[in-house]
């Protein structure tokens, strides 16, 4: 199995509601990623896991939290979201710190917050 | 600073022709360069991986090219189908901790 799976693939919320998007793969991968794309713009870096621990946050505001619960799952909690926040959102996986690590890319979740 | 910069920014071109898309990058260190086709709304997949000791890398209709010296690489896409119509991203990994850096991307239209 060589597939990152994402759910939901679209959704839609208002700015006081909360949500998760789940992201899944059972390549053994041990390192795990959260990345926001916005349209025409390349993806930008959200979160980092390496043995599901948290190993990168850039700055990303705490309406966003990720969570690991174990080597083949990653889920991102939103809450409170803004408007500026819709995108398409990311999750990647790759075996960790090796010269050649390759990152599988999910299809992503489309967000709207209205 | 590190970047990586592509263009064209768009380019379109009817169904069987040939077209080169660039990449320049400041990464440094440099560790490789991946080339990636993102087709709407979807997840990046990878087309060629080269690191810094590799000229040319083929993979069916795509070739990819590096040139360490210059930094810079292209992807030549050969006898172009209505699916390849995408977004073709260039994306350098630094060896310190692994980080990405991706270019804006080049959105290729092949019309037939």
């Known amino acids: 199995d060589t597939e990152v799976t994402q759910t939901p693939k679209h959704l839609v919320m208002g700015m006081t509601n909360k949500k998760s998007l789940k992201c899944e793969q059972h390549m053994g991968h041990r390192a795990m990623y959260w990345y926001k794309q916005k349209a025409k713009k390349p993806p930008e870096l959200m979160f980092v896991?390496?043995?599901?621990?948290?190993?990168i946050n850039e700055s990303v505001p705490s309406r966003f939290s990720p969570e690991c619960p174990n080597s083949s799952l990653l889920n991102l909690h939103l809450h409170a979201l803004q408007p500026e926040d819709s995108a398409l959102y990311l999750c990647a996986s790759s075996q960790p710190s090796e010269k050649d690590n390759e990152q599988f890319f999910g299809p992503g979740t489309r967000l709207t917050v209205l | 600073k590190n970047q990586v910069e592509q263009s064209p920014q768009s380019l379109i071109i009817l169904e069987g022709k040939n077209c080169t898309l660039q990449c320049n990058y400041t990464v440094s260190p440099f560790s490789n360069l991946r080339w990636y086709k993102q087709d709407t709304g979807r997840g990046p997949v990878s087309l060629t991986i080269m690191t810094f000791s590799e000229n040319t890398k083929s993979n069916g209709r795509y070739t990819a090219t590096l040139d360490a010296d210059t930094k810079q690489s292209s992807l030549h896409i050969t006898a172009s189908q209505l699916s390849d119509s995408a977004s073709y991203i260039c994306?350098?990994?630094?060896?310190?901790?692994?980080?990405?850096?991706f270019g804006r991307g080049t959105q290729l239209t092949v019309w037939p």
């Open positions: 896991y390496s043995y599901e621990k948290l190993s």
């Open positions: 994306v350098a990994r630094g060896s310190t901790l692994g980080r990405l850096y």
